[in-house]
């Protein structure tokens, strides 16, 4: 049973688009590489670029034009560019495989910590491990105040020790998110 508990974990390790990055959704200001197969390779070479999540939500794609991406996760996206491929008898068998770049997703830790500043974003990245990435709290944070801000809206206020009691209360964060510990 260990050994399966064991092979589970190295493959959710080795899946991220599974268990990880997939799972969020974009917004404003994220960037990806995208890839399109099921084509001929010259046809194929005018999608592999970098892509930016406009201000207004959208994505400019060659041949489709403007894309909502603002909301949709990995999986989303690339069905609906398949999608929309097919529909506008563009390609009839399109494969596209979406990659955000890491490091692109970043979320911040501003106050009372001892290196306020801006963490790269992972999957399993929670509001302790933020402060504690940030060197830790700083001389006289309120732990019992601790805010996340996310598209500029207040989306919680958690405190620190009661989190560490229950570590079931550890808020997962989201790329753009804002941690502030009040001083």
């Known amino acids: 049973m260990r050994q399966i508990s064991c092979l589970f ?15 969020a959704p974009f917004r404003k200001g994220d960037v990806f590489e995208m890839r399109v197969s099921g084509m001929p390779l010259e046809d194929a070479q005018q999608f592999a670029q970098q892509y930016t999540v406009g201000p207004d939500g959208t994505i400019n794609v060659p041949l489709i034009g403007e894309i909502k991406a603002l909301g949709l996760t990995t ?44 963490l790269p974003w992972n999957p399993d990245l929670t509001l302790t491990t933020a402060i504690g990435q940030s060197g830790g709290p700083g001389e006289f944070p309120d732990l019992k105040k601790v805010r996340i801000i996310r598209d500029s809206k207040i989306i919680g206020t958690f405190s620190v020790p009661q989190i560490n009691k229950n570590p079931a209360l550890d808020p997962k964060l989201l790329p753009g998110d804002q941690v502030v510990v009040p001083e």
């Open 75 to 118: 999986t989303e996206l690339e069905r609906t560019l398949q999608n929309r491929f097919v529909a506008g008898k563009i390609f009839t068998q399109p494969t596209v495989i979406i990659s955000p770049i890491q490091g692109a997703r970043m979320v911040t830790v501003i106050g009372g910590v001892r290196n306020p500043g801006r």
């Open 9 to 23: 974990v190295l493959f959710a390790l080795l899946t991220p688009n599974l268990f990880g990055e997939g799972a």
